[in-house]
């Protein structure tokens, strides 16, 4: 079993910047790929970001494309989104995800953290 714990979160206005972080621990040797999703009050959980184990291979979302940047280091087993020229349309709960293969889609990620909520005001 993985346990995460997401922090950083917090109120920031729009244009600014926030870095969240998710620390992982318990079986953490297994290769686990990492995704970082967000679900606004009333909408589905959507995806954000993804990053392969390595680090190597990353996706983004469309809409965070070229504003956020995913990480990861491994040593500290914790990933990292640096969220840059934020937008009201970015305030959500942001979850980080294990696992077992990259990808985007949320049925293929076993273990997931309570989020952090970020809050982008106009």
């Known amino acids: 079993q993985v346990q995460l714990v997401e922090s950083g979160g917090g109120l920031v206005q729009a244009g600014g910047s926030l870095r969240l972080s998710c620390a992982a621990s318990g079986r953490t040797s297994s290769s686990y790929a990492m995704g970082w999703f967000r679900q606004a009050p009333g909408k589905e959980r959507e995806f954000v970001a993804a990053?392969?184990?390595?680090?190597?291979?990353?996706y983004y979302a469309d809409s965070v494309n070229g504003r956020f940047t995913i990480s990861r280091d491994n040593a500290k087993n914790t990933v990292f989104l640096q969220m840059n020229s934020l937008k009201p349309e970015d305030t959500a709960l942001y979850y980080c995800?294990?696992?077992?293969?990259?990808?985007?889609?949320?049925?293929?990620?076993?273990?997931w953290g309570q989020g952090t909520q970020v809050t982008v005001s106009s």
């Open positions: 995800a294990a696992s077992l293969g990259l990808s985007t889609a949320t049925r293929t990620y076993d273990h």
């Open positions: 990053i392969s184990w390595s680090g190597g291979n990353t």
